[in-house]
């Protein structure tokens, strides 16, 4: 079973990042002992709020995107006309983790120049792959019985996708979304060294004027964002899950 966060416990840490996101001076005390020689200790090159909404943002773009050509290469290719365009298929999504994320923001930025740009096409391909996977997986694994019987009552190959295919195969098919959104939460910090809006502004800015309280603040909002979102992407997997009569794994 995915480990759960207790209802409290999530709703704490909840409303915990939000105070901090709109009244970060009111955790500066906790965070004093992070700064030396009388650093500023609350981010103050920016909107820790605002920064946080465009990371969030760029994340979802490209899992968006990711999402639609995963999903759509996993139907192709698990049709048997297309069957045969699997370790073609296999072999594209694998780029993005191929190349580390810094090469393909210097890949990219010759392209399409700096900004948030570059950090999608990053995002977007370290988000294929698990997508793609679990997505195949899904398409793969259905109840027999259940197949034979569509079948034989007459249902078309794009009926029996539409309507038996996808809605069982949906719970592992939010696994990898959310497997690729986490990746993506973490990568995106990078796209600030591209000049893209992301969270990764405070680290960089902590890291280059050795102020710890800015690193600790961007890595915990991305860190808190992300076991957030990976819990409530789990829940609605067990709840996809319950619909269509499976147990999420």
Known sequence: MTPRLPTLLRLAVFFALVAFLLKPDWFAPLLKPLTQNNAPVIYNQGSLLSLTLSHLRTVLIATVAATALAVSLAVLVTRPFGAEFLALSRSLVNIGQTFPPVAVL?????????????????????????????????????PKPVMEAARGVGMTGWQRLLTIELPLALPIIIGGI?????????????????????????????LLSNNLSFVFQGGLIVAVLAVLIYDGLSAVERMAARRSGLTAS
């Open 106 to 142: 210097a890949l990219a930025v010759p392209a399409v120049g700096f900004g948030e740009k570059p950090t999608l096409i990053a995002l977007f391909l370290y988000g294929l792959l698990p997508i793609f996977e679990n997505t195949v997986t899904g398409l793969t694994t259905l």
């Open 178 to 206: 959310r497997l690729s959104v986490v990746i993506s939460l973490a990568t995106a910090t990078i796209g600030s060294t591209v000049a893209a809006k992301t969270l990764g502004e405070v680290i960089i800015a902590g």
